[in-house]
């Protein structure tokens, strides 16, 4: 941050400013990634508020009105990640910010600009000033995956959208982390199962992680089922084990909003630990 111009500050764009911001844009992206003038002008108009620009004050710039330095601008989506379609529409009651752009003028860039208007994005997100959302979801080249880590992202693999010459990947900052269930981070989770080699003909054709990923996060606005019963319901654990001692039935996230399905029924012993009961993820069965 102590790189940051001198009378650098941050507000939404002004209309009039579009023509400076699609400048930045082209000089930012090459040709077969840049937004067109006309899906700025989109974005702008139909997501005002998810237009930030960075800006330097007159009395700091020779010119008579502030220079914009860098933008940031998105849509928003039903997606848990940048989509294709999200890039040319706007759906005003999506959750997800869809970021797009991250654009710093050339002559003011490795100076803090870029990750300043990212972390202010998100400050300001988080203060409900860009509606009810629950992330902001970006497409990154390999890199610039840094940069977006710095300020909170994190990489979730390589994604599906086709845009440019370029490999993308995608990557998600959550805006409300107390409500992250351990779903919503698999390879944490993974790192805490046994290990186990798959057999050397198995099928690699499945779901691609950030797939995965999108499903569960999209778990989230889901409530728990109208049937669920709290651990404390059950009279001395009475119901939660079947005869082999897995659990019975299926575990959910209890937090508010959540609803998360973290285990199904059935692949879980329960084990005690001092004072503490817990289900352990067994290894499935071999095919063999």
Known sequence: MSNLPAGIYFTLLPEEYID????????????????????????HSHAPSLFLGAFLAPHTSPSSKPVLLGFVCSTLTSSP??????????????????????????????????????????KRARQGQMGDVKRIALLSRADLRGLYAQAGFSELGESAVQHGKEKWYDMVLDLSPEEISALEHPLELASSLPAESPPLD??????????VIAALLAQRSQPPAPDSRTHDSFSNGEGLTDA???????????????????????????RE??????????????AF
Not at 29 to 34: L, R, T
Not at 90 to 109: E, M, W, Y
Not at 244 to 270: D, Y
């Open 20 to 43: 400076d911001a699609y400048e930045l844009e082209v000089q930012g992206y090459p040709a077969d990634e840049a937004a067109t003038l006309e899906a700025l002008r989109y974005r």
């Open 81 to 122: 990640l940048v989509t294709h379609a999200s890039m040319s529409t706007h759906d005003p009651h999506g959750q997800t910010i869809a970021l797009h752009s991250v654009c710093v003028s050339p002559t003011h860039r490795r100076l803090g600009v870029g990750r300043a208007l990212l972390e202010e994005y998100a």
């Open 202 to 211: 198995a099928p690699l054709d499945g779901p691609t992680q950030a797939q």
């Open 244 to 270: 082999r001692g897995r659990n019975a039935l299926r575990l959910r996230c209890l937090r508010p909003g959540c609803g998360s399905l973290i285990l199904l029924e059935g692949v879980g012993e329960l």
């Open 273 to 286: 630990s001092g004072e503490e009961s817990f289900f352990d993820v067994c290894p499935p069965a071999s």
